[in-house]
């Protein structure tokens, strides 16, 4: 069965940090708007900005780990997109509020997220 997949955005890691002065410094440096953070039951913060070209996603969202920029693919059926993945080399490393962080035979982290809008943005991926 075929499925649908493309590059989502970018998501900008910041370690214990507050997400409003963080995005604050990377929508001035990006000449994008932040709009403010918001702070999910489970203590995740995410703040995103608006304006990406190409319309991607990009965010800011404290974390725990070090520092990172890491990317985000979005797919309308994320296992098939993880088998994908895993066949050219990526290794799943954990299934996080429905989506799955990934990680690339470099060692890069990524995370596979459900597709929210296929018909807006560039025109997705369909693999077999």
């Not at 203590?43 to 608006?50: D, P, T, V």
């Not at 060692?107 to 596979?112: L, N, P, V, Y």
């Amino acid at each position: 069965m075929s499925h649908r997949s493309r590059l989502a955005g970018f998501i900008i890691d910041c370690q214990d940090t507050e997400s409003d002065p963080a995005a604050a410094f990377w929508g001035a440096a990006l000449g994008l708007s932040a709009k403010p953070a918001h702070t999910e039951d489970d203590g995740a913060q995410y703040a995103e900005l608006i304006g990406a070209p190409a319309a991607l996603h990009v965010e800011v969202q404290r974390v725990s780990h070090a520092s990172r920029v890491h990317l985000d693919i979005e797919a309308d059926d994320i296992d098939a997109e993880a088998n994908r993945l895993e066949a050219l080399g990526a290794k799943r490393i954990a299934r996080i509020k429905g989506w799955w962080v990934m990680e690339a035979p470099t060692g890069h982290r990524f995370c596979i997220v459900q597709m929210k809008h296929p018909e807006q943005g560039h025109t997705p991926n369909v693999w077999e």
